[in-house]
């Protein structure tokens, strides 16, 4: 039951519309589907930098000193504003969906660090995580909530997984239209950046 609790919640988490899946979705129109994959490869790895943290209670840290939670959302605001302005400003590949090797490695790069410079994970894991946690079980809280926080990121990308499979299929109709390219790029660049706008803006509060 304990089991069964956990993963509807995070289920719940998982596939409500957040920051990660209007990333990945801005990754998958702006540069294509494989982009898009790596996306979501590079925002699964940084989300076990948050559940290392949260099993060893590294994560707190943000909860008991604001200043560093807020120099975190305004670090990650700016990457993200940055990365949509420099896909805004890039063409579009008129012919398939490969991606250069130095732009595979700049994708997973970039949505590695998108994922690690979000606060807003890190305290999500201390929050979500110890509410399914046994203290009687014999094994260790803080592997029960390595666990946990493995399972949580395997559910949240498999929401990733999904916007992929949805938004390849618009980005090739959209690729049907004369000049659509442009309208893509700047789609996926806009999207970025308005992550980052709100990202800041919340910061600012």
Avoid at 14 to 25: K, R, S
Avoid at 73 to 96: E, N
Avoid at 108 to 135: I, W, Y
Wanted: aromatic share 10%; with cysteine; hydrophobic share 55%.
């Amino acid at each position: 039951m304990q089991w069964a609790a956990f993963i509807l919640a995070a289920l719940g988490f998982a596939y409500l519309p957040g920051p990660a899946m209007l990333y990945t979705a801005a990754q998958t129109l702006g540069r294509g589907r494989r982009a898009g994959w790596l996306a979501v490869i590079g925002v699964h790895m940084g989300c076990y930098v948050h559940v290392i943290a949260a099993a060893l209670g590294l994560a707190l840290l943000f909860a008991a000193i604001p200043p560093a939670y807020i120099a975190m959302k305004i670090i990650g605001g700016l990457y993200l504003l940055w990365m949509g302005l420099r896909l805004w400003q890039q063409g579009i590949r008129a012919h398939g969906d490969e991606v250069p090797l130095a732009t595979t490695k700049r994708v997973l790069r970039d949505s590695c660090l998108v994922e690690v410079l979000n606060p807003k994970t890190a305290l999500f894991f201390v929050a979500f995580l110890p509410q399914f946690v046994q203290p009687e079980s014999a094994m260790p809280v803080a592997w029960q909530l390595l666990w946990l926080g493995i399972a949580t990121n395997v559910l949240f990308s498999s929401a990733d997984v999904v916007v992929v499979l949805l938004a390849s299929p618009l980005r090739a109709w959209l690729q049907k239209s004369s000049g659509s390219s442009t309208l893509i790029q700047r789609i996926g660049g806009g999207v970025l950046m308005g992550l980052g706008g709100n990202t800041l803006a919340q910061a600012a509060r």
